[in-house]
């Protein structure tokens, strides 16, 4: 009943199938027969190209409102629709975003975000009704800028922009924290942007926001949704920054710890920050050579082979899969 905070408990193949949250996620897999099994009616959906919760849509999103974003990610990814009944129970369960962490919700806007189709999926957002929850510019309003807040889709799109190209054209990893202070950074005050440039507003406003910001942002960045080991790692890439931007050092000097992450942060918001754009490109060919800020959360390429190289053991092609349907059911059969 209402929001799953705990559900791991495993029970039979169709009752885990059952607690799934779209039908084209609940298929099973059958190893020794070859075959897929599909309690819930995902074959069709796949076939129609369709999203579907297994639950009717108001039960799975209370369950868990971060499905109206998968949804979302879903539709836009595989270039499916959503399924009419899905869709007109979105809007009205907007407000299902403020129970869920701030700490999730950033995490699931960073994996958006790097996707490659960032700008649709926050259109989409934007049209029903779940960005600005998700964004969680409410109760941050001394951080945020006003046109932030009342036009977040048009302030974010440059950027989104920027890390779609980057995504298709095979760029550096952005770590998480990283793609986190863009978001920031962009929607943030302009007298945060005159801090981290190190040029400080002239009027008292802009010297008062200043000085907040500095006592103030340790603690907003981990309300807003910044794990507890993002937020000492982000104040070291957001000094780094500060120091490259306000004084036009780091190409020429041996790099130090959060610069690697500072020349990332700059690329994505080159003009925003109006950073140097020749160095910035010049520190981008050198990001190798640049140390690591220990994060957590920091992506390296897998070891792939070379496109050209085979993997030693040759393997047998797979057996063709067949698809069983079994009959579909309650949710919650009757009688537990």
């Known amino acids: 009943e209402g929001m799953i905070h705990r559900d791991n408990t495993f029970g039979t193949p169709a009752e885990d199938a059952f607690r799934r949250d779209f039908t084209v996620n609940a298929l099973m897999f059958d190893p020794l027969e070859m075959s897929l099994i599909d309690y819930v009616g995902g074959l069709e959906d796949l076939q129609a190209r369709r999203i579907r919760t297994i639950s ?3 039960v799975s999103f209370t369950e868990d409102p971060v499905r109206m974003l998968r949804a979302i990610r879903f539709k836009v990814r595989l270039g499916f629709a959503l399924d009419p009944v899905v869709q007109s129970a979105i809007r009205p369960m907007t407000d299902g975003l403020l129970r869920v962490t701030r700490h999730r919700l950033a995490d699931e806007m960073q994996r958006f975000m790097t ?3 960032a700008e649709q999926v926050f259109a989409e957002f934007d049209r029903l009704g779940l960005l600005e929850p998700l964004l969680g510019v409410e109760g941050q309003e001394w951080f945020f800028a006003p046109e932030a807040r009342l036009q977040p889709l048009a302030t974010l799109m440059p950027l989104l922009m920027t890390l779609d190209r980057w995504t298709r054209d095979g760029g550096q990893p952005i770590p998480p924290t990283v793609t986190l202070l863009a978001v920031l950074t962009v929607l943030a005050h ?3 942007r005159a801090y981290l440039t190190g040029k400080p507003g002239d009027s008292t406003e802009g010297r008062r926001m200043l000085r907040a910001t500095k006592q103030r942002l340790p603690k907003m960045l981990g309300d807003w949704g910044m794990l507890r080991g993002q937020v000492e790692p982000a104040l070291r890439i957001l000094g780094a920054t500060r120091v490259i931007l306000s004084t036009g050092d780091g190409a020429e000097r041996r790099p130090k710890a959060g610069e690697r992450e500072a020349w ?3 690329a994505l918001l080159t003009e925003p920050l109006a950073a140097p754009r020749d ?6 060919s050198q990001l190798h050579l640049m140390p690591d800020l220990p994060i957590l959360d ?7 082979p070379e496109s050209g190289d085979t993997f030693p053991e040759e393997r047998t092609p797979d057996p063709p899969i067949r698809a069983r349907r079994r009959p579909r059911r309650s949710r919650r059969p009757s009688g537990q």
Do not use: D
């Not at 160095?279 to 981008?284: F, I, M, P, Q, R």
């Open 279 to 284: 160095k910035v490109e010049a520190a981008l």
């Open 56 to 58: 009717p849509p108001q």
């Open 115 to 117: 996707a490659g189709n």
């Open 190 to 192: 302009p007298a945060f």
């Open 264 to 266: 990332l942060l700059m």
């Open 298 to 304: 920091h992506p390296r390429p897998a070891n792939r």
